[in-house]
C-alpha cells in the first residue's frame, strides 16, 4: 500500500499533541505506522522516555515580572533559532504523506527552527535545500566511506550549517512490529541521497524488516573514534555527534571535535535496556562542564518537556516523533499547528515558572517524583 495516504484538508485546533498522534494513527496504513510509532525489544525504553521525562518537576519562581514576555531565541551549532528546538533526523517521510521532507522544511523555514533532513530522506537534499530552511544534515556511517564524503560535500554545496553523524547505529536494532509486518518501503518511497538502496528495500519477506535487511549492508559496524577524527577532518561545519549516553562518551566527542553532543536513545528504537535519555542527560552536562553544546533527543512531546531539558542542563531539543504526527495528519499546514503548539507551550511554561529566558531555567530547582 502507498504511504501517501493523508489527503488536503484543514488542520483542527489541536489543543495537545497528542490529538495529533490520534490523527495520524487514523490516517496510516498499518505498517506504516508501526514503523513511525514502534521501538526495539519490548519498547519498554521508549515508553521510559515518556516516563522518566514526565517525573521530573520544577519548582516555579514567582514575582519575577516579564513586562516584555518570554525570550526563547538562541544560537544551536551555530545557527540561529526561533526557540530552542531542532527538528530530528527521520527517515522516509514521504512514507507519511506525499510531500514529506519538503513539507517539514517549509514548516521549519516559517518556525525559523533548524531542521535536520536524514541521510535516509525520501526527496533529495538539494530539492529540500531549495525551500530555503535553515538545514542540519544527517549522516550514518556507511561502509563505503567514498559515499560518504560525496554526501558531506553534497551537503556543504547545498548550504547546510551543521553535519549530524549518529552514533548509536552499528546495526539496527531489531524492531518487532515491523518484523511482524515483514516491513518493506512502497514502491513510490526511494531514498533521494542515494543511488541505489536495492530490491530488498521493497521486497516484503515475512519475519523480517526490509528497512534493516538494506542496513546491515550499507552501514559499518565498525565506526571508531578514529573514523570521528577523520570526519571532523573533512568539513569546517560544526559537528553534532548524534547517540550519547555515556559522559565518557560526551568527553571523547567533545575531544575529537564535536560542537554538539545529542544525547539520545533512538527514540527507544537500539538498545532495549538503554538508559533513559532524560536520566543520562545531567551526568552528560556535569562531565562535558560547557565544553561544547549539549541537546536532549527522546520522550520530548510538550513544552513543558523542553522546560525540564533545558532545567535539567540541555541547551535545547531535538523533536522528532509529533512532527511526523503532524505531517501524516494534515501535511505541512500540520507540521505548522504542531510546531506552534509546542512553541505557546514553551513560552507558556517559562513564563509560569518566572523565567524572561532560556538562562533562566538553568537556575530553577528540578527534583524527580518517586513512581
Not at 12 to 38: C, H, K, M, N, S
Not at 135 to 156: H, I, K, P
Amino acid at each position: 500500500m502507498s504511504s501517501t495516504g493523508a489527503g488536503p484538508g484543514v488542520t483542527p485546533p489541536w489543543t495537545r499533541v497528542t490529538e495529533a498522534e490520534q490523527a495520524a494513527r487514523d490516517r496510516l496504513p498499518a505498517d506504516i505506522w508501526d514503523f513511525v510509532a514502534g521501538g526495539s525489544g519490548d519498547e519498554s525504553v521508549l515508553t521510559g522516555n515518556l516516563t522518566e521525562l514526565n517525573r521530573i518537576t520544577v519548582v516555579p519562581r514567582v514575582l519575577n515580572g516579564q513586562p516584555g514576555g518570554v525570550r526563547l531565541a538562541r544560537q544551536l551549532g551555530r545557527s540561529e533559532t526561533r526557540m530552542p528546538v531542532v527538528i530530528a533526523p527521520m527517515a522516509y517521510q514521504r512514507l507519511v504523506h506525499p510531500q514529506g521532507e519538503l513539507a517539514v522544511a517549509e514548516a521549519a523555514r516559517a518556525e525559523g527552527i533548524p531542521y535536520v533532513v536524514p541521510m535516509l530522506s525520501s526527496h533529495p537534499l538539494e530539492k529540500i535545500a531549495d525551500v530555503g530552511a535553515t538545514l542540519w544534515f544527517q549522516l550514518y556511517w556507511l561502509r563505503d566511506r567514498g559515499v560518504l564524503l560525496d554526501l558531506v560535500r553534497r551537503a556543504e554545496q547545498a548550504g547546510c550549517r551543521a553535519i549530524v553523524i549518529t552514533v548509536d547505529v552499528p546495526v539496527m536494532a531489531r524492531r518487532p512490529r515491523d518484523l511482524r509486518n515483514g516491513f518493506a518501503l512502497p514502491a513510490d518511497v526511494t531514498a533521494g541521497n542515494l543511488d541505489d538502496t536495492g530490491p530488498t528495500t521493497h521486497t516484503r519477506v515475512p519475519g523480517a524488516s526490509a528497512v534493516a535487511t538494506h542496513s546491515a549492508v550499507a552501514f559499518d559496524p565498525a565506526a571508531c573514534w578514529s573514523d570521528l577524527e577523520w570526519l571532523r577532518a573533512q568539513t569546517e561545519l560544526p559537528l553534532v555527534v548524534k547517540g550519547i549516553l555515556d559522559p565518557r562518551d560526551a568527553v571523547r566527542a567533545a575531544e575529537r571535535g564535536a560542537d554538539t553532543v545529542v544525547v539520545s536513545n533512538h527514540g527507544g528504537r537500539q538498545l532495549p535496556a538503554a538508559v533513559p535519555s532524560c536520566a543520562a542527560l545531567p551526568p552528560v552536562v556535569e562531565r562535558l562542564a560547557g565544553r561544547c553544546e549539549v541537546l536532549l533527543d527522546g520522550g520530548v512531546r510538550t513544552g513543558a518537556d523542553v522546560l525540564r531539558a533545558l532545567a535539567l542542563g540541555a541547551d535545547g531539543v531535538m523533536y522528532g516523533r509529533p512532527v511526523l504526527w503532524g505531517l501524516a495528519a494534515d501535511g505541512g499546514a500540520g507540521v505548522r499547528t504542531v510546531l506552534g503548539l509546542l512553541r505557546t507551550e514553551t513560552e507558556e511554561a517559562l513564563l509560569l515558572s518566572g523565567c524572561a529566558d532560556l538562562a533562566a531555567v538553568r537556575q530553577l530547582t528540578v527534583a524527580r517524583t518517586v513512581a
